[in-house]
């Protein structure tokens, strides 16, 4: 990690990728100089604090932003209709999932993270919506690594349009002005699945031949040229995909398959881990850093799995899970309860911690807008679509900070201007 970092700077980006180079090769302050030399350190750099949150309105789409180290909401961006939010693996993106108008879009929050010699310099500008838009049949899952965007479209099995997957590079939708070029890769039908960026190519789901739940049954690894080669074993019922650095994990009804670059180059391979325990996985999430995967594991435990490895851990949770993350240290699980607890789950030993009361008890399963958890190191954010508020939370020790009124009916949440590169993994105070 590095260990300086230049205080954030506002700057009045037209060409991000442009004008963040120019900024670059100014020197740095006398705030820079002032943080001294690499050198180890007990706390955790507070730079993280830097970080904007991204809330969407689960009736009108709006996005509001909080950011973090002025404790204050300092925007909204109108929207047009309900839409689903992820975060790129890079923190400088928000991608928003439209599927009633079939498409999907980015957003930026007005945080950059950027390398300068032995430090960061991150900088701070106007939230704003990318002019840049994705069109396709029922968009579904986002897969966001190694710079790269993948959305995934389930096509359409009333007019036999094919799923697809459209990759976007996060390097041209820094340059603003120029409409980036998406690489996109075509399934064999219709149906509900994944895809991610991989070297060469990209991972995709296989329909099962003639189910009429549009299950998926595998992964092919399909080349820049459109070759496809079917990766074995099988994932059958398959359900969620996460990157796990040049890894990506799939849950499927048996294990969790785990594909990777072959030895030696030449495609890829994939490995199935068997789950700990009975039950299977819906959701997983990777983190990178550490090479893990965790997921869900039927509705009140969840399971660690090594992706190299395949050595795991179960954890009963105690109640239904109806959301959970991991912090980015990766050091906890935190899980958003049916019985509106926030549980924190450590994924070294499995102790829980709980903090209960932070929303009234709820249904996991449900129509209209939904709860939404978003962590950063110190601090998890949830939102209440029923009372109007976000939720600030200490996560260690669990304690409830502040409870932001900001009407509507606040639903999904991303923490962006975040990645490995402002996270001190060591512990400490903000």
Same mark, same amino acid.
């Given at each position: 990690?590095?260990?300086?970092?230049?205080?954030?700077k506002?700057?009045?980006?037209?060409?991000?990728?442009?004008?963040?180079?120019?900024?670059? @090769?100014?020197?740095?302050?006398?705030?820079?100089?002032?943080? @001294?030399p690499?050198?180890a350190?007990?706390?955790?750099?507070?730079?993280?604090?830097?970080a +904007?949150?991204?809330?969407a309105?689960?009736?009108?789409?709006? %996005?509001?932003?909080?950011?973090?180290?002025?404790?204050?909401?300092?925007?909204?961006?109108?929207?047009?209709?309900?839409?689903? *939010?992820?975060?790129?693996?890079?923190?400088?993106?928000?991608?928003? $999932?439209?599927?009633?108008?079939?498409?999907?879009?980015?957003l930026?929050?007005?945080?950059?993270?950027?390398?300068?010699d032995?430090?960061?310099?991150?900088?701070?500008?106007?939230?704003?919506r990318?002019e840049?838009?994705?069109?396709?049949?029922?968009?579904?899952?986002?897969?966001?690594s190694?710079?790269?965007?993948?959305l995934?479209?389930?096509?359409?099995?009333?007019? @036999?349009?094919?799923a697809?997957?459209? $990759?976007?590079?996060e390097?041209?939708?820094?340059?603003?002005?120029?409409?980036?070029?998406?690489?996109?890769?075509?399934?064999?039908?219709?149906?509900?699945?994944?895809?991610? =960026?991989?070297?060469? @190519?990209a991972?995709?789901?296989?329909?099962?031949?003639?189910?009429?739940?549009?299950? =998926?049954?595998?992964?092919?690894f399909?080349?820049?040229?459109?070759?496809?080669? $079917?990766?074995?074993?099988?994932?059958?019922?398959?359900?969620?995909?996460?990157?796990?650095?040049?890894? #990506?994990?799939?849950?499927?009804?048996?294990?969790?398959?785990? %594909?990777?670059?072959?030895e030696?180059?030449?495609? *890829?391979?994939?490995?199935?881990?068997?789950?700990?325990?009975?039950?299977?996985?819906?959701?997983? #999430?990777?983190?990178?850093?550490?090479?893990?995967?965790?997921?869900d594991?039927?509705?009140?435990a969840?399971?660690?799995?090594?992706?190299?490895?395949?050595?795991?851990?179960?954890?009963?949770?105690?109640?239904?899970?109806?959301?959970?993350?991991?912090?980015?240290?990766?050091?906890?699980?935190?899980?958003?309860?049916?019985?509106g607890?926030?549980?924190?789950?450590?994924?070294?030993?499995?102790?829980?911690?709980?903090?209960?009361?932070?929303?009234?008890?709820?249904?996991?399963?449900?129509?209209?807008?939904?709860?939404?958890?978003?962590?950063?190191p110190? +601090?998890?954010?949830?939102?209440?679509?029923?009372?109007?508020? #976000?939720?600030?939370?200490? %996560?260690?020790?669990?304690?409830?900070?502040?409870?932001?009124?900001?009407?509507?009916?606040?639903?999904?949440?991303?923490?962006?201007?975040?990645?490995?590169?402002?996270?001190?993994?060591?512990?400490?105070?903000?």
């Amino acid at each position: 990690m590095f260990d300086r970092f230049c205080h954030a700077k506002r700057a009045g980006l037209s060409r991000f990728g442009f004008v963040l180079a120019a900024l670059l @090769g100014a020197a740095c302050g006398p705030d820079d100089e002032g943080a @001294g030399p690499a050198a180890a350190v007990e706390a955790r750099h507070p730079s993280w604090r830097r970080a +904007r949150v991204a809330v969407a309105d689960g009736v009108s789409g709006a %996005v509001s932003i909080f950011d973090v180290e002025e404790d204050a909401w300092i925007a909204t961006l109108p929207g047009d209709g309900p839409v689903s *939010m992820h975060a790129t693996e890079s923190g400088d993106f928000a991608v928003l $999932v439209s599927p009633g108008r079939d498409e999907g879009y980015f957003l930026r929050a007005g945080v950059s993270v950027a390398p300068h010699d032995d430090h960061l310099h991150i900088y701070k500008f106007e939230p704003s919506r990318h002019e840049f838009t994705i069109e396709g049949a029922a968009p579904g899952a986002v897969v966001s690594s190694a710079g790269q965007v993948t959305l995934f479209f389930e096509g359409s099995a009333a007019d @036999g349009t094919p799923a697809q997957a459209a $990759v976007v590079s996060e390097e041209e939708l820094r340059i603003r002005g120029e409409t980036p070029v998406p690489r996109w890769f075509v399934a064999e039908a219709p149906h509900h699945g994944a895809a991610a =960026a991989v070297e060469g @190519g990209a991972l995709l789901t296989r329909p099962l031949p003639g189910d009429p739940e549009g299950q =998926a049954e595998g992964v092919s690894f399909v080349n820049d040229s459109g070759s496809a080669e $079917v990766i074995m074993p099988g994932c059958p019922a398959l359900s969620g995909a996460a990157p796990i650095d040049r890894r #990506v994990a799939f849950a499927c009804e048996d294990g969790v398959l785990v %594909v990777e670059p072959a030895e030696g180059g030449g495609g *890829m391979v994939g490995t199935k881990w068997p789950y700990p325990g009975d039950g299977r996985a819906r959701t997983l #999430v990777g983190h990178g850093p550490s090479g893990f995967v965790v997921g869900d594991l039927g509705p009140s435990a969840v399971f660690r799995i090594d992706a190299a490895t395949g050595a795991s851990a179960r954890f009963d949770v105690g109640a239904e899970m109806c959301l959970f993350g991991t912090e980015p240290r990766g050091e906890a699980l935190f899980a958003l309860t049916s019985d509106g607890a926030l549980r924190r789950i450590e994924l070294a030993t499995g102790a829980i911690t709980s903090l209960d009361g932070v929303v009234p008890p709820f249904a996991c399963e449900g129509q209209g807008p939904r709860h939404g958890l978003a962590l950063t190191p110190d +601090r998890a954010f949830v939102t209440a679509p029923g009372s109007g508020e #976000v939720l600030e939370i200490d %996560v260690e020790p669990l304690v409830m900070v502040e409870r932001h009124v900001i009407g509507g009916a606040p639903s999904g949440v991303v923490v962006l201007g975040l990645d490995a590169r402002n996270i001190d993994l060591a512990p400490g105070a903000h």
